[in-house]
């Protein structure tokens, strides 16, 4: 099991980048443990090494940040759990791709333990949950929600940074950029669904959830069983 490490108070982005960096080098040399790490930042948007710059709408709302992960713009502030993950894939499988389909069922799982059903569209990434009590689409599709963003890199064949579930955030805050590149979807949240949840709740929801994906078992159907 890799070392869990929770952020009482908000964590600022270039200090979390760092701690990131270090940790990850320690892993690959075999000084440290794996680790999850469950924190909040201030608001900021985050620009991934495939960012357009026309998608960052409001430019001077919060600083900005190169992210230095694949992806694009993505907002994080309070209320919003981010879980940076720090996993050695040598151990789990030299494959990003089961890597990054791994980290969407482990967000799927904890979405189910409060009855979301979270799920994946081609092409877009991140998990999305339907608002069929929303207008249909033009095309007469159900309306989705993005409520959780993946985006990871690797080094020495070890993982970080990795996943945004949104808990609570002030969506509003989404708007001063383009989510992900997505202009047709909008963005949720776990309260924004009605759901009375908290941060302290959806880490016990990742925690029950994990082994499932990255244990040293991983259950039938998921990306990394045998």
Known sequence: MPEWIHSDAPVPYDE??????ARVDAIARGEADEAIWLLEHPPLYTAGTSAHREDLLWP???PVYQARRGGQYTYHGPGQRVVYAMLDLNRH???VRRFVQAMEGWVIAALAEFNVRGEIRDGRVGVWVTRPERPLG?????AEDKIAAIGVKMRHWVSYHGLSINVEPDLSHFAGIVPC????HGVTSLVDLG???????VDAALMR???RFFGPEPAAGTPFAA
Do not use: H, N
């Not at 590149?181 to 047709?184: E, P, Q, T, V």
């Not at 759901?195 to 709740?201: A, R, S, W």
């Open 93 to 95: 499988g030299k494959d």
């Open 60 to 62: 001077d709302r919060f």
């Open 209 to 211: 959830t994990y082994e």
């Open 195 to 201: 759901l009375p949840v908290t941060l302290e709740d």
């Open 181 to 184: 590149g997505i202009r047709d």
């Open 16 to 21: 979390a980048l760092a701690f990131m960096e």
């Open 138 to 142: 033009a095309d007469g599709s159900v």
